[in-house]
Structures are given as C-alpha cells and as structure tokens.
C-alpha cells in the first residue's frame, strides 16, 4: 500500500475555498483545543514517539480533510496511544483507564513545562560530511515519489531551484519519523520562480517561492 500524505495540498487545486475558521481571538476557538493541545505536548515529551512521527500520524488520517486543525492533532494522538498500547480503544471511548498504565520514558511536570517549552527542541546537529551544494547553485529537486514521510512538497518535485542559503545539519524527518534515527542531513533554503513551479498560470508579476529542503531530496543539475 502506497503512502499517503493528506496534508499535503500544495499547489492543488481545491474543491472548495480555504475557510478563515472562527473569528476568536487568540490561537484557540474552544477550551477543549487548549487540552489537546496540553495533552499533545504532554504525551510528546514522554519519548514515546518524536516530533515526525506525531507529524507522520496527523497526516495519514484517512478523515484529514473533513477534519479541524485541533481534531487533526487528537485523532493523531489516540492513534499514537493505540498503537503504542498506552490506551485502549474503551480507554479512549469512555475517557476512563482501564488497565495499569504503561510505563514511559520521561514525565512532564507542570513545575517544568515553562523552562521546557522555553528550551523548545532544536534540530540542528553536528554534520558528518561537507555540504554538497553552496549558496548559488542551481539544483533539481528529486522527482520520485516517496514512499514515506517527507517534507518534501509534491509540488515541488523535478523542479529546478537556486540555493540561497546552507543551513547547516538538522535531523531529518525522512528518516525520523521511521524510527531510524536523527540521521542528520544538510539543509537549503531553495528558491524556485512561479512559472517554474506553476507555469502560465496566471499570476500577475514575478513570484518567488522558497522551500527548506534537505540534501537527499536535492539533484545536480
């Protein structure tokens, strides 16, 4: 079975115009949001799974597009926990555990949550080898599709690009979100015009789109 990436819609043409979402202020529209997103961050900092893998469950959903943004992260969560046996599928159903609770790696108290999301989890990492591109180059991105997570956008896939900037070594999701590890790779910041990734279609005056990609996606042209 092929992978599939439901959030990833760019460049697609929609069905339906993008909805602005409630008018509230702040990031939330209902408290329960707000525990979801605790929960999240909680359960995130128990080493259970990492930042990708959570990215890699959202994603897949088979309901994603009828899905909100905070329905997205709580069904990814439970499908995390069920997987994980951390809960099951009554424990999730009636809100009540059931069973002695498994245990995890770490615990997030809430004496520490300021001094950690503070801290937040940087990415970068010492690189094993020289980069293999420079800022200037002209480069392609891969074009294949990925059986996998990937940051890669579809959209951009077999494009042409110039690198404008060498970020240095960060962990790669390509390999993170399949438990295999940091795997540090080098990171671009590429810039593509409109026309190479969307052709005639329309846009008025010069557009420039750039994207973070890391060096496995990257070609030399």
Do not use: C
Not at 38 to 64: C, I, K, S, V
Not at 179 to 186: A, I, L, S, T, V
Request: proline share 9%; hydrophobic share 40%.
């Amino acid at each position: 079975m092929s992978y599939v990436s439901h959030a990833d819609l760019g460049g697609r043409q929609l069905r339906e115009p993008v909805a602005p979402g409630s008018e509230l202020p702040g990031p939330f529209h209902a408290h329960w949001e707000e525990r979801v997103h605790a929960l999240t961050l909680a359960m995130g900092a128990t080493g259970m799974w990492n930042l990708d893998m959570a990215r890699a469950a959202r994603e897949t959903l088979p309901e994603y597009d009828s899905l909100s943004y905070y329905q997205k992260w709580l069904a990814g969560l439970e499908r995390l926990l069920l997987e994980r046996g951390l809960a099951s599928k009554d424990e999730l159903r009636t809100g009540r555990p059931l069973q002695p609770p498994v245990a995890v790696p770490r615990v997030l108290r809430a004496r520490d949550v300021p001094a950690v999301l503070a801290a937040g989890a940087p990415t970068e990492r010492a690189p094993r080898a020289p980069a293999r591109f420079a800022a200037g180059e002209r480069v392609r991105m891969r074009a294949d599709a990925v059986p996998h997570h990937t940051r890669l956008p579809a959209y951009a896939r077999g494009r042409h690009g110039t690198i404008e900037r060498v970020l240095g070594a960060h962990v790669f999701p390509d390999s993170h979100a399949r438990g295999r590890g940091e795997d540090p790779q080098w990171l671009y910041t590429v810039a593509f015009t409109g026309s190479e990734l969307w052709g005639n279609s329309g846009i008025d005056g010069p557009l420039s789109v750039a994207i973070d990609a890391w060096e496995p996606y990257l070609e030399r042209t």
